[in-house]
């Protein structure tokens, strides 16, 4: 389907009108009107681009202000932007790479922190062996916050198990957790404490719920130094600094949207029929199904969602979205549709 505006809560198709339960605009914030008045101002002030490096002589304030917030906001040491979740990733990864770590990926981890030539976490849903052993070496583990076809966060239970022999690097994407998930929306990465835990890196992309230009790595502030320094940030432009003022000016805009997601996430669980169709939990704003069916039944009443071949699952995805942004009309006719589809 292709579309001439940006999808909200309706799209027109073929100059039919569609409900819209999908894209990744969690908080609505990408169409909400007051947040773009805020944007309008902003570019004025920093330019529609700012494509310079982050250690030329010329540094825009912006960028230090935000990230000492957004640190703060996360409880991390630090933090560094970048023009993309996905850059963020890559830089982690690539410097990580050049030591002599071993990589481990949680099932299913995001291609941008997926390394060359990493092993499975899990081995027939047992830890892998290698883990257990009494070598002693430096291990890099690789996990998003928030799987694919999952609403509810990574246990990290696993730590637990995994020999002390290991020196454990964690790396995880909080790019579909971050702005709906933990206290104010934070994430997780502050609520993971092991003692197992030698370094602790948080990727994401700031271009989901909180509807930005960008992408930003948290961590110590040992590690942030080191990946500033790295040819890749030297060389590239930074994160769009109107979008980051953006953010600082509306932190009111993003609480009010947030507790409208909530109150949303809250009647649909009271009105939808729980079924082994599909996946839902009421702190988290996405129905995951495997069934192609699910997706026929709404369509068939005008509603449309993500449905696409994600990279690291055989079968098509089916990613039903509920935002800020959907009223309770949506939401009704979403629950009838499902409650009533034979799935």
């Not at 704003?285 to 509603?303: G, M, Q, R, W």
């Amino acid at each position: 389907m292709i579309v001439d505006e940006f999808p909200d809560r309706e799209i027109m198709v073929n100059g039919e009108k569609y409900l819209y339960f999908g894209g990744t605009s969690y908080l609505g914030m990408a169409t909400n009107t007051e947040f773009q008045e805020i944007i309008s101002e902003s570019l004025k002030k920093w330019g529609s681009f700012y494509g310079s490096s982050r250690n030329a002589n010329i540094k825009l304030a912006i960028y230090e202000k935000f990230e000492n917030y957004f640190s703060c906001f996360l409880g991390a040491e630090t933090a560094l932007t970048v023009s993309s979740g996905t850059l963020a990733g890559k830089m982690v990864i690539d410097y990580l790479a050049k030591s002599k770590s071993t990589f481990f990926h949680y099932p299913k981890t995001h291609p941008a922190i997926l390394a060359p030539n990493s092993l499975p976490l899990f081995i027939d849903n047992k830890l892998h062996p290698k883990l257990q052993d009494g070598v002693l070496e430096d291990i890099v583990i690789t996990v998003d916050a928030i799987l694919p076809l999952e609403t509810a966060p990574v246990s990290f239970d696993f730590l637990n198990e995994i020999s002390s022999q290991k020196k454990i690097t964690l790396v995880l994407d909080e790019s579909h957790s971050l702005g709906v998930i933990g206290k104010l929306g934070a994430g997780i990465y502050a609520t993971i404490q092991s003692e197992k835990l030698h370094k602790k890196i948080m990727i994401a992309s700031l271009g989901k719920a909180l509807g930005l230009s960008g992408g930003i790595i948290s961590s110590d502030k040992e590690f942030i130094e080191q990946i500033r320094a790295e040819p890749i940030f030297v060389s590239s432009s930074g994160a769009n600094p109107a979008y980051l003022e953006a953010y600082m000016k509306g932190l009111h805009v993003y609480e009010k949207q947030r507790q409208l997601l909530t109150k949303n996430l809250n009647y649909l669980a009271k009105i939808l029929v729980p079924k082994q169709a599909f996946q839902f939990n009421k702190a988290y704003p996405v129905i995951y199904s495997n069934s192609d069916e699910i997706y026929k039944a709404l369509l068939k009443e005008k509603i449309v969602f993500a449905r696409f071949k994600y990279p690291t699952y055989e079968n098509y995805m089916n990613r039903i979205v509920i935002t800020a942004n959907h009223i309770r009309a949506d939401l009704e006719k979403l629950a009838s549709v499902l409650n009533s589809a034979g799935i």
